[in-house]
C-alpha cells in the first residue's frame, strides 16, 4: 500500500567544510587519509559543492522545493 504522506519539500545544509577528518576516520570506511593534505582539502569541498547543486537541480526539476541553508565554519 503506497504512503498518501510525503511531502514536496526539503531543506539541504550547504556544506562549510567538506574534508578529511582524523576523527572520524578511524569509524568511518569513507574517510581516505590520502586526501588529508590543504590541496586535496580544497578539491574535494569544491566536488562536494558541485555535488550539492546538482541534487538541488534534480530536485527541483521534479517539482521538490528546496530550502537552501549555508553551513558555518564552526559550530554556534
Known amino acids: 500500500m503506497p ?3 510525503s511531502t514536496s519539500r526539503v531543506i539541504m545544509i550547504r556544506p562549510a567544510c567538506f574534508c578529511f577528518n582524523l576523527e572520524t576516520a ?3 570506511a569513507f574517510q581516505n587519509q ?3 593534505n590543504a590541496s586535496s582539502a ?3 569541498q569544491q566536488q ?3 555535488e550539492f547543486n546538482r541534487m ?6 521534479h517539482g521538490i ?3 537552501v541553508f549555508d553551513d558555518t565554519l564552526s559550530p554556534p
Request: glycine content about 0%.
Open 3 to 5: 504512503s498518501t504522506q
Open 26 to 28: 578511524i569509524s568511518n
Open 65 to 67: 522545493y528546496v530550502d
Open 56 to 61: 538541488i537541480e534534480q530536485l527541483r526539476s
Open 48 to 50: 562536494a559543492l558541485i
Open 42 to 44: 580544497h578539491h574535494i
Open 34 to 36: 590520502q586526501y588529508a
